[in-house]
Every structure is written in structure tokens, then in C-alpha cells.
């Protein structure tokens, strides 16, 4: 079972993530693997400051996808596929969706290229449930304003308006896996909806 949450920063899906995890920690026998992607390994670590790095700006779009690539490839090869080969829980703050809102849909490169590159990056591991928490890019912001931006969150209002509409336009392509939720909704409402959805599908596969 692999569940990946998306959206901008500012949306909440960290939060709900990790909420979701605690829950499944204490009432499955499954175990339960937490990963952020790009992370969890020391080399998607290197790459994921690199890519984060306001001081590389000068990083091409082609670039930055690729780099996004590698340290998902490290990531599933080390973390994702064994867990899930052994049957457990994985849980993911962001995976492949990220790449076709933001490198697409954001910085305009080929579909066609971002399909490739993540089925390489993947070996075609697709997730079993997506929620995409969907917030305007407005309350996003205010939610973010007491940090400071890295190289991704500083790429301006109509990158980020861009990404919101890939991700809408995924919802819509692939509504089976891909669950909208209202991010203004409170946490304690979102969370028993994620709850509920995660619940009846692992119920359903074990």
C-alpha cells in the first residue's frame, strides 16, 4: 500500500501526512514507512539541498528535473520499493505528481519527458492513493510567511498559479487515485477524511 500526499507548500500536506502515519502506527500491525520525496537517503539529502538552494539559481529547468529524478531513483531503490516488497505502509510527502505539476505545468517542460523520466526514476512504481490538498495560492503564502522562501517557494505567483492547475488537471485524469480535499477545511476535518478513504482501501487490500 503507497499513499503520497501534494500540493503547494502552505497546503498541509506534511501535517496530514504525518498525522496519518501516527494513526496507522497505532492501530495496524502493518509497519509503517514515513518518507519525504525528495529525501530519506544521505545522496537524495545532497541533491534536495542542491535543488533547494537559493544560491543556484542559475539551475536550468532540465536540470532541476533530472536531479529530481536521481534522488527519487535513490529514494524508491533503497526505501520505497524493499518496504513495500515487504509489505508495509508507505507513506509519501510528495512523489511523482510533483514533478508533472511543477516541472510541466510550472516550468513548461515536455509531458512526454516527465513521464519517461519518472517511469525511469520509479521502475513504474505508481501510488495506490494520492491526496492532493488544494488551497489558494493567497492563504498558501500567509501560511508560509514567517519562513524564509527557498529556491522552489521563490518562483513567483504565476509559477505557483501554474502547479495549482496541474494539479487540478491530475485530479481530473486520474480521479480514481487522486483525491481533491479543500486544504481550508480545518486539520481535524481533513484528517478523518484521509482517514476514512486510507482506512476502507487498506481494508480492502489486506
Known sequence: MFITFEGID???????????????RSTQEKPVVFVRDPG????????????LD???????????????????????????????????????????????????????????????ANT????????????FLDVPLRQAKERCSAKNADRMESAGDAFFERVIEGYRHLTNVEAQRIKLLDAMLSVEILHES????????IDHTT
Open 120 to 131: 525511469v526514476a520509479t521502475g513504474g512504481i505508481v501510488p495506490t492513493l494520492t491526496f
Open 194 to 201: 484521509i482517514w476514512e478513504q486510507s482506512s476502507v482501501l
Open 54 to 116: 537559493k544560491a543556484h539559481h542559475s539551475l536550468t529547468s532540465r536540470t532541476e528535473l533530472l536531479l529530481f529524478s536521481a534522488a527519487r531513483a535513490q529514494l524508491v531503490d533503497t526505501v520505497i520499493r524493499p518496504a513495500l516488497e515487504q509489505g508495509s505502509i508507505v507513506i509519501a510527502d510528495r512523489f511523482t505528481d510533483s514533478t508533472i505539476a511543477y516541472q510541466a505545468f510550472g516550468r513548461g517542460l515536455s509531458l512526454a519527458d516527465i513521464h519517461y
Open 10 to 24: 502552505g497546503c498541509g500536506k506534511s501535517t496530514q501526512a504525518k498525522l496519518l502515519e501516527e494513526r496507522l
Open 40 to 51: 530519506n537517503t544521505g545522496i537524495s539529502e545532497a541533491i534536495r539541498a542542491i535543488l
